[in-house]
């Protein structure tokens, strides 16, 4: 079953370090956004939304808090 | 949590025999993990006289404290064991996303004994650890049999995956462990270490969230580094053209002062390492034709080609380890070159085109990246690879090595093509690939002692690619630290920028003073490069980034972080001590497999002898001898031997291991 809520990232705050993706359990984040500033850095998106449990981890693991769980939109 | 599990895992690879452990506390608060770690346990486990690549060593795969916790740029794993390249401490040090998938799994390390009688792999997740067979991913490069494993194990967390390439198969001495698509522990020969256990790669599944004691401290902490680092740029204007005349410029200075770390962000937001490309050419970091030449041989005709621009504007996207704010790396576009043999590489490391540009005297950058994704695939150190290859063209410059002998191969300086060749034949050891496979010291050892001369190593390491006799403190750790060769602990320039001396009570500060005085054995000296040694193990045992390191402790506070992760109240005199204990205990297993410290002394180039007759390091010697003796002096171990003292072993509580040990 889809999750109530999933990730909403911050691109003002993220610094793409990754530790989102990386504790994810289900693998549904992907670094691959690289058009946010001019250095290619690649920062995270939900690429596979359907994958997504709504644990928050990635929430919870995120060092500058750029992440915040908020309702999926139907 | 204080950010390690406390738990490691213990394979037997002979007798399949997986068993967990739990740590106690007070190992972590005398050894953190990682580095320290390691040391703690293999220094234990591996008896004297151990054959590096026989079932008595043990392999390990640490993880740092800080990895996996919001603290920033603590991304870092290493490899561990006793090294067939210099028969002492072997360690090698990796980023990407495989640090903290270790500790997912609830370890905080992983260590192997014995070895497979047919190849296998370990899978391990929260849940379960066990090995698999590996005959399948066998004879595969490190990206091929990573995306094989990983698209095998992927149920609902994609895994991460620590691979050999052929090079560790094939027991090249050279060899390291790769992860993420060609990253690599490069250094000591680890991977030729995981090959002889046939053990192919270890597979990590795990999802347990990694906690700590104050993870909003350590939050508020990466939040005012985060904002600092976005806000780091290079003006639009500054182009990589203009870093060999800045080279030139700092090559003409007479004084060295303190510098403030945090610029080099910048720089490895737009360039990452490359940065040092041709900067290191006139600056006279950069070794030059097998450490006997300058930039008057590599001269702006040569390194105007390896241009950091060059590489950048191939960069598809960049490339971070996991935890890190800046992001140094990057995935780079060469379907053009070798006729698209691949697609794309890692951003070649400015050690990479170092090794294979100025060492070599090779001026094409399309061979560079190639061989740096040949050597990644493989899993061979390009700092070796290109300090053997520089051995061999002088071996045959030198009629060493004959036409016959190579197989028809001009082994010339800069024959790009004849290079490349080479390099395959090394990966396959294929023909005179063989003899050159397992580095220097042990190719010269088979073509003869007139050969030794241009073999360049310290205690059988090819060096990193920045200059001993530009840098002597460089030069002393190159000699000193317990796995020779390595340009990662410490130097004079280091020292100025770690701004140890905010920190920690007993570092002297850094002041304004000529260079001349840096090629005095002073006793300052022993204690700037035991101060570099120390911090560096604490980063070591943390996890830490080399990188953030060179930021300085008054930008990246180590001590901060791992204050707030533990909630030990340990003041950061207390955590170098913890440094100073690591690096005995790596020097105690040193002395306990027979290493004589004085015999991983540099090579005679490296320390001047003779002294170079052009370039900026013209006339430079370093007084290599004096120096090793006061940096021993000061660390409490033998100003003579290097053997630590008994009252330093037993003043850092290491008499009981000692005891149980030897």
Redesign the interface.
Same mark, same amino acid.
């Given at each position: 079953m889809a999750a109530k809520q999933i990730p909403v990232f911050d691109y003002m705050?993220c610094?793409?370090?990754?530790?989102c993706d990386?504790?994810?359990?289900?693998?549904c984040l992907e670094?691959s956004k690289?058009d946010v500033d001019a250095?290619?850095?690649?920062y995270p998106v939900l690429a596979a939304e359907q994958r997504c449990i709504g644990c928050a981890?990635c929430e919870?693991?995120?060092?500058?808090?750029a992440i915040q769980m908020a309702d999926r939109v139907a | 949590m204080k950010g390690y599990v406390g738990k490691v895992l213990f394979v037997n690879l002979s007798s399949g025999e997986i068993r967990a452990e739990s740590v106690p506390d007070a190992v972590y608060e005398q050894y953190l993990a990682g580095v320290g770690l390691g040391a703690y346990f293999l220094y234990q486990h591996i008896p004297a006289g151990a054959d590096p690549l026989g079932p008595e060593n043990m392999l390990g795969l640490v993880s740092g404290l800080l990895t996996?916790t *919001? =603290?920033?740029m603590t991304g870092r794993w290493l490899a561990v064991c006793k090294s067939p390249l210099t028969g002492g401490w072997g360690d090698a040090n990796c980023g990407g996303?495989l640090a *903290? @998938?270790i500790k997912?799994c609830g370890y905080d390390a992983i260590f192997f004994t014995g070895a497979a009688a047919e190849p296998v792999y370990l899978y391990v997740d929260q849940r379960r650890a066990e090995l698999r067979p590996a005959n399948h991913v066998w004879g595969l490069d490190a990206v091929e049999a990573e995306q094989i494993l990983q698209k095998e194990n992927?149920k @609902? !967390? #994609?895994p991460d995956v620590a691979v050999i390439g052929t090079a560790g198969e094939n027991l090249s001495l050279i060899a390291g462990i790769c992860n993420d698509g060609g990253r690599m522990a490069a250094r000591s020969g680890v991977g030729a270490v995981m090959g002889s256990k046939r053990l192919k790669a270890v597979v990590l599944a795990g999802?347990k *969230?990694?906690g700590c004691q104050d993870p909003a401290t350590? !939050?508020k902490y990466?939040?005012q580094l985060?904002a600092r680092?976005?806000k780091q740029n290079v003006p639009g204007l500054v182009r990589g053209g203009l870093f060999p005349l800045a080279g030139r410029m700092l090559s003409r200075m007479k004084k060295t002062a303190p510098l403030d770390g945090f610029m080099t962000v910048m720089l490895l !937001? !737009?360039w990452g390492s490359i940065m040092n490309n041709g900067m290191g050419a006139t600056s006279g970091d950069s070794p030059i034709k097998n450490w006997r030449g300058s930039v008057v041989d590599y001269d702006a005709s040569h390194y105007r080609n390896i241009n950091p621009d060059h590489i950048v504007r191939r960069?598809?996207? #960049?490339?971070?380890? @996991? =935890?890190?704010?800046v =992001?140094c790396g =990057?995935i780079v576009d060469i379907r053009d070159i070798h006729g698209g043999e691949f697609t794309h590489t890692h951003k070649p490391e400015y050690e990479t085109c170092a090794s294979f540009g100025g060492l070599v005297m090779n001026k094409d950058l399309g061979t560079i990246l190639y061989i740096n994704e040949l050597l990644n695939r493989a899993g061979m150190d390009s700092i070796s690879a290109g300090g053997t290859v520089a051995f061999a063209i002088e071996c045959y410059e030198n009629g060493i090595l004959t036409p016959e002998m190579t197989g028809g191969l001009e082994l010339s300086w800069g024959n790009a093509a004849a290079i490349v060749e080479l390099v395959k034949r090394m990966i396959a050891r294929q023909g005179i690939g063989d003899l050159l496979a397992d580095g220097v010291k042990a190719a010269a050892a088979k073509l003869g002692s007139r050969s030794s001369a241009y073999a360049v190593h310290a205690g059988g390491q090819e060096p990193g690619m920045h200059d001993s006799r530009m840098d002597p403190l460089l030069g002393l750790h190159f000699s000193a630290d317990p796995t020779p060769g390595r340009h990662t602990i410490g130097s004079g320039q280091y020292y100025d920028i770690l701004h140890l001396w905010e920190k920690v009570s007993w570092a002297p500060p850094g002041l304004s003073h000529l260079k001349d005085e840096d090629y005095v054995a002073s006793e300052e000296a022993g204690v700037k490069s035991v101060a570099c040694s120390c911090y560096k193990e604490v980063l070591d045992g943390a996890g830490g980034c080399y990188y953030a390191m060179l930021m300085g402790v008054n930008n990246w506070d180590l001590f901060k972080y791992l204050e707030a992760a533990t909630g030990w109240g340990k003041t950061a005199d207390e955590y170098m001590e913890i440094g100073k204990r690591i690096q005995t205990l790596r020097q105690m297993f040193n002395i306990k497999q027979g290493i004589d410290p004085w015999q991983f002394k540099m090579s005679s180039r490296m320390i001047g002898e003779p002294p170079l007759q052009a370039g900026p390091l013209k006339g430079r010697t370093v007084p290599i001898d004096d120096l090793m003796r006061v940096h021993w002096k000061t660390f409490g171990w033998g100003e003579n031997t290097g053997i630590p003292t008994p009252e330093t072993v037993a003043g850092l509580g290491l008499d009981a291991l000692q005891a149980e040990g030897v």
């Open positions: 705050i610094v793409a370090c990754g530790l990386q504790a994810c359990p289900v693998s670094l690289c250095y290619k850095k690649a981890i919870k693991a995120c060092p500058v808090e | 996996g *919001p =603290g920033f996303t *903290p @998938a997912q992927w @609902a !967390k #994609k999802v *969230p990694i350590m !939050k990466s939040k985060a680092v976005r !937001k !737009k960069e598809t996207r #960049k490339y971070h380890c @996991a =935890g890190c704010a =992001g =990057g």
